[in-house]
């Protein structure tokens, strides 16, 4: 979505008297703008350099609890120099997209004295896991392991955020829900995208750049 398209929206929901409470509006701002943020990230995904990564990252991070993790990869081995430099500027943009997410995170938290910790907390234990999975992705360009080793050691760790993170994820939109978050909305979830925009992931982003299947 455009941004001009996002604003365009927000005044004709915030125009409409479905949505009468001034968290109700925070939320829907925050959901326009990481729609935005998401298309933006996504174009940065297709760009040519990025694109060395085919057939050997799963970009998506999108994985299942009971299917092998190297499934997507064609070829595996260490990469090549300029796989390394693509694997270098997609670590940069994918933090700076998790970064975007947790700001407007706590943004929305903010407007509630008893969201906003519950909030804090979540946005700590991501912000923990993409120290980890960042760190992955360094190792993996500095030739430490291979494109197999980096997309077992990634699921293991997606796994590990998915389960801490999402009950604290659950604690925090049951109380969005007991502040009037999601009054005339039609939302029942925090911010509709985030990191798990790209699949079926576990909660709403969950967990830094991953998104488990339970199957």
């Known amino acids: ?11 004709a929901l915030t125009a409409c008297a479905e949505v009468p409470s001034s968290r109700a509006y925070v939320l829907m701002s925050a959901n326009l703008d990481e729609k935005t943020q998401l298309v933006r990230y996504q174009a940065q995904l297709d760009d040519a350099d990025i694109a060395l990564l085919d057939g050997k990252i799963n970009v998506t991070e ?3 609890r009971g299917a092998p993790p190297c499934t997507h ?6 990469p090549t120099p300029a796989e390394s430099a693509a694997l270098r500027r997609w670590a940069a943009l994918r933090a ?12 929305t938290g903010a407007a509630s004295e008893k969201v906003a910790p519950l909030t804090q907390r979540y946005v700590d ?46 604690e925090m939109i ?42």
Do not use: N, W
């Open 1 to 11: 979505m455009r941004p001009t398209i996002a604003v365009a929206a927000l005044l």
């Open 62 to 64: 999108t994985y299942y």
């Open 73 to 78: 990869i064609k070829s595996d081995g260490y």
């Open 96 to 107: 700076a997209y998790f970064e975007q997410f947790y700001a407007l995170e706590l943004r």
């Open 125 to 170: 234990a991501l912000r923990e896991d993409l120290q980890h999975s960042t760190a992955l992705i360094s190792g993996l360009a500095a030739g430490e392991m291979t494109y197999c080793e980096f997309a077992t050691r990634q699921k293991d760790a997606t796994i590990a955020s998915s389960d801490r993170a999402g009950p604290l994820h659950k």
């Open 174 to 215: 049951a109380a969005m829900a007991e502040e009037h978050y999601f009054d005339g909305t039609g939302l029942s979830g925090g911010i509709s995208d985030g990191p798990a925009s790209f699949g079926l992931g576990i909660g709403m982003g969950s967990s830094p750049g991953g998104h488990m299947h339970t199957k």
